[in-house]
């Protein structure tokens, strides 16, 4: 499980990385008179710097290889 989430979180950097932000349309209602409304769309973005998308990177990284290394430790159970 731990090397699903961090190949997952690993996938998420790298996008990241490769779209550095968001472009949206929002649309605002200016004037509402009966039938009639005029409204107007304003482009908004929002935007992350490239150290985010490294740090996501490392994390994902370090979660996927505690899951290798998780699953190569053989535990020993003892019976009393």
Do not use: C
């Not at 200016?30 to 992350?48: E, K, N």
């Amino acid at each position: 499980m731990m090397k699903k989430t961090g190949l997952f979180i690993l996938v998420v950097g790298i996008l990241i990385i490769t779209f550095t932000g968001l472009n949206y349309v929002s649309s605002e209602i200016v004037s509402d008179s009966g039938r009639m409304s005029i409204t107007r769309d304003q482009l908004q973005g929002s935007s992350w710097s490239l150290q985010t998308g490294v740090l996501v990177i490392i994390i994902g990284g370090l979660i996927f290889v505690a899951g290798l290394k998780r699953k190569m430790i053989p535990i020993k159970y003892q019976n009393k």
